[in-house]
């Protein structure tokens, strides 16, 4: 291992011992090298800055194409900025304003470091797996789940999944993580997976099934070192009153010794911008910690060694909501015609006959889960082609038998014949299978 990662790691395993063991050989193996943009860091604000190769005016300012300019309605300074290379770990003023995005109501005695910026929810998954996943270790997570974790952990890493049934008898089932967890030997470390409001499945748990699984998530942690993945893409969008809107990190970060949560969140559907690819990862540690600024180099690091650094315009854009004191009113309203969308569709899913099609409860997020029960002469699958087909309707089938619904894309006035779509193709193969 190089003499500058030997050093971080130290410092790492001296100020958070747990972080430290619980870092995969490739997280051990990240440091941020003092190449050009590390020096270009050293030299910013010198008279004379020849470092870093960006074309500029000869005075820090950007020199975009007029026609591409013309698209930004921004002031000259966000313009440069826009136009310009980011900082590998994000722009300093957008971490800031994320972080207080993040904390809006939670204590400080609850520790969270400053964001980095990451190019998508997906990265930060990515940058996460590197950073804990090796080659065997176990990745907990309920299922149905989204279909990327298995790419992202088991394929990139070596890592291997372990699940158990996400709904025992139409429920939501807190003991998920544990179950998964059930036969691997005590004292080994585990990564947990937890996504709410969920994709597939359009759930965020009550109040009370919250508190049961933080029980289950620190009884875990008593048996093994667990680091606890947030993926948090869909927060905001609750549509039940009896459901937290707030991030279960704050009843999960430095609560147990071993613990370790790590939020990951961004502004591709929290704020409506899915073009824009904007991540963040955070970590459980004061932010002017020496541990923040270990994993900040790591973090750094796979930055740099794949996308280099985050999409500066895109960063831009997002200050301008942020730094507006509109963004909660925004988002609220685009949470409001997902609401109502919800609400169309609930009401379609509780007049199911469950004899045909079974729907899993969903209360949040942009999806609801439909069940095909067992002993039916057809699969999701084969009812997700049929609808292509013969019923010019799209929708998604998740393995074993599931369907996968979504609000977001369909207009609530066409929700109902979507459903009607669903239903009749789902008649006609039941049938045409048992002719």
């Known amino acids: 291992m190089n003499q500058p990662a030997n050093e971080i790691n130290r410092t790492l395993e001296t100020s958070e011992p747990m972080l430290y063991r619980l870092l995969s050989a490739l997280g051990r193996r990240a440091v941020f090298p003092p190449d050009i943009p590390f020096q270009a860091g050293e030299a910013r604000g010198t008279s004379y800055n020849g470092t870093i190769g960006i074309l500029t005016d000869g005075h820090g300012g950007a020199v975009p194409l007029p026609s ?120 080994e470390p585990a990564i947990a997976l937890l996504n709410f409001p969920s994709n597939p499945g359009g759930y965020s748990p009550s109040v009370a099934e919250r508190a049961e699984l933080r029980r289950t998530l620190l009884a875990v942690a008593d048996q093994r070192p667990l680091i606890v993945i947030l993926d948090e893409a869909y927060a905001g969008y609750v549509y039940e009153e009896e459901i937290p809107f707030t991030s279960m990190y704050w009843e999960l970060a430095g609560v147990h010794e071993q613990l370790i949560a790590i939020k990951v969140d961004g502004a591709t559907k929290e704020f409506s911008f899915f073009g824009g690819r904007v991540g963040f990862i955070t970590f459980p540690i004061d932010p002017d910690s020496p541990a923040a600024k270990v994993l900040e180099s790591k973090v750094m690091s796979l930055m740099r060694s794949t996308v280099g650094s985050p999409v500066a315009t895109s960063q831009v854009i997002l200050l301008q909501a942020l730094r507006s004191g509109r963004a909660a009113e925004e988002i609220e309203r685009a949470r409001r015609l997902a609401h109502e969308r919800y609400r169309v569709l609930k009401s379609l899913l509780a007049e199911l006959d469950p004899e045909l099609l079974r729907p899993l409860p969903f209360n949040s997020g942009f999806f609801a889960l439909i069940e095909v029960p067992e002993g039916l002469p057809f699969t999701a699958e084969q009812l997700r082609h049929h609808l292509i087909e013969h019923h010019d309707t799209g929708i998604v089938s998740v393995p074993p038998r599931y369907l996968r619904v979504a609000i977001c894309s369909v207009a609530s006035e066409a929700i109902p014949e979507m459903m009607a779509r669903v239903v009749r193709g789902a008649k006609e193969l039941a049938v045409r299978k048992a002719a």
């Open 68 to 187: 591409m300019a013309a698209v930004l309605n921004l002031s000259a300074e966000d313009r440069t900025r826009a136009f310009l290379y980011s900082p590998v770990s994000g722009m300093p003023e957008l971490r800031q304003l994320w972080r207080a995005w993040q904390r809006r109501s939670q204590p400080e005695s609850i520790p969270s470091s400053l964001p980095l910026v990451t190019a998508g929810l997906s990265h930060s998954l990515s940058i996460a797996a590197d950073l804990f996943s090796d080659e065997g270790r176990a990745v907990a997570v309920a299922t149905p789940f989204w279909g990327n974790y298995p790419q992202t952990f088991a394929m990139r890493t070596g890592a291997v999944m372990h699940t158990a049934p996400g709904y025992r008898n139409g429920r939501y089932n807190t003991h998920a993580i544990a179950e998964a967890l059930e036969d691997l030997p005590p004292g």
